[in-house]
């Protein structure tokens, strides 16, 4: 539900595609979260390719996590199962906090769209220093079913009862 009483808060969001093959000539997914996000009214911060291996994406999720200036970070790619795949194994140690329910929902949504082949997803998302990250498959359908499913309207500060963009002036409150 949204609260057009609301003002439309903009987000800066970077994007990283994970892949050993992909180039910024053919990288739908990447092509298809920027323009996406571009559309919905937030800024692209930063957008990268980078090999799928561990240390890479470690190391620009960890650039970008130390960035004031990027609010979120959403990766595409690494996160199925083979022996390639690395994302979440990049990304799981740089978490503060996980947000088990993206993965939830995604999963559920792409089961509903491509049957138990959901299971070979091992999208995930959570928040460390302000930032939320979110890790998804590599595939553009993928890519459109996390953002117009969810991150669209969870990136929307006029989304009711709650969203993420409201809870961004809190991330780094401490006990």
Excluded at 53 to 72: F, G, K, L, M, P
Aim: hydrophobic share 40%; proline share 3%; charged share 20%.
């Amino acid at each position: 539900m949204s609260d057009q009483r609301r003002d439309f808060i903009p987000v800066h969001i970077a994007v990283l595609t994970v892949s050993d093959s992909r180039t910024a000539d053919n990288d739908k997914s990447g092509d298809l979260l920027a323009n996406r996000l571009i559309s919905a009214g937030h800024t692209l911060a930063d957008r990268c390719i980078v090999k799928d291996d561990v240390t890479q994406i470690r190391n620009t999720a960890s650039t970008w996590i130390a960035n004031e200036n990027i609010q979120v970070v959403i990766m595409t790619g690494g996160t199925g199962v083979t022996g390639f795949d690395g994302t979440p194994e990049a990304v799981e140690p740089l978490l503060g906090k996980k947000l088990d329910g993206f993965g939830e929902i995604f999963r559920s949504l792409s089961y509903e769209e491509i049957g138990t082949s959901a299971l070979n997803s091992r999208a995930l998302a959570g928040v460390t220093n302000g930032t939320y990250i979110f890790c998804l498959p590599g595939s553009s359908g993928a890519c459109a079913t996390a953002w117009d499913k969810i991150l669209q309207f969870q990136l929307d500060y006029r989304t009711k009862p709650c969203n993420l963009v409201e809870l961004m002036p809190r991330l780094l409150e401490a006990r």
